[in-house]
């Protein structure tokens, strides 16, 4: 089976333009995660999803940035206005689990460079 | 919050010789945790997890850790390092009431033949 798949895989956006990062998860996973991983740093979480419900965003880092999974399946993370500080690359991740403890399955990510 | 640390940024280590890679983590509850790898340009690849059971968890490519709950430690190890193994390795946490990962800052190891 098809593992986690993200697109772009690259996305350069001049200051200011709104982007949106598409996550396709392994079929069947209830869990959806997306991480922000900056140069030289370890994944950050930014928001959950169980099936089509947004549980935690506590990791969002402005009203900037906002994500939704509308079917329960395919999920966009939508970053409005784009500063610099935004780029990193952005990780999706799936997993079976309804709660911790399960391994998560990562895509390739997709690198956003802000101009 | 809880917090993860990988004490070593960079590890290098000559082709054959054994390797140890450390992972401390903050936690007073139980927790589950995981060794990642991302090899250059590709996603996290999952080496091994200790979900519960026996402290020795071994994991693919001949990697293990051992699980220390009063060191609340996690250290990876291999005996004999290839060049493939060179890489970046994340140690994460998930805690059992929670989902989220929280991870390290990543250790880059680099095998020299």
């Known amino acids: 089976g098809a593992g986690v798949s993200q697109s772009p895989r690259y996305k350069v956006a001049k200051r200011g333009q709104d982007v949106a990062l598409r996550c396709d998860p392994i079929?069947?996973?209830?869990?959806l995660f997306w991480y922000q991983q900056a140069l030289g740093q370890g994944p950050e979480f930014l928001t959950y999803?169980?099936?089509?419900?947004?549980?935690?965003k506590s990791g969002l880092p402005s009203d900037r940035f906002f994500a939704e999974r509308p079917e329960g399946s395919v999920s966009t993370l939508k970053i409005q206005r784009t500063q610099q500080e935004d780029s990193a690359v952005y990780l999706c991740?799936?997993?079976?689990?309804?709660?911790?403890?399960?391994?998560?399955?990562f895509g390739p990510g997709t690198r956003l460079t802000v101009l | 919050a809880q917090s993860v640390t990988q004490l070593d940024s960079q590890v290098p280590v000559f082709e054959e010789a054994p390797v140890e890679l450390r992972c401390n983590y903050s936690?007073?509850?139980?927790?589950?945790l995981f060794w990642y790898v991302q090899y250059p340009n590709q996603g996290l690849q999952l080496l091994l997890k200790?979900?519960?059971?026996?402290?020795l968890v071994k994991g693919i490519n001949g990697f293990e850790a051992e699980f220390n709950k009063s060191q609340t430690s996690f250290h990876l190890r291999k005996p004999s390092v290839h060049i493939s193994d060179t890489a970046e390795y994340f140690c994460?946490?998930?805690?059992?009431?929670?989902?989220?990962?929280?991870f390290g800052t990543g250790t880059s190891l680099t095998v020299i033949p």
């Open positions: 200790y979900l519960s059971g026996s402290t």
């Open positions: 994460a946490v998930s805690l059992g009431t929670g989902n989220q990962f929280y």
């Open positions: 079929s069947g996973h209830v869990s």
């Open positions: 991740a799936s997993s079976l689990a309804e709660r911790g403890g399960h391994e998560q399955f």
């Open positions: 999803f169980q099936n089509e419900a947004q549980l935690d």
């Open positions: 936690s007073s509850v139980s927790v589950y």
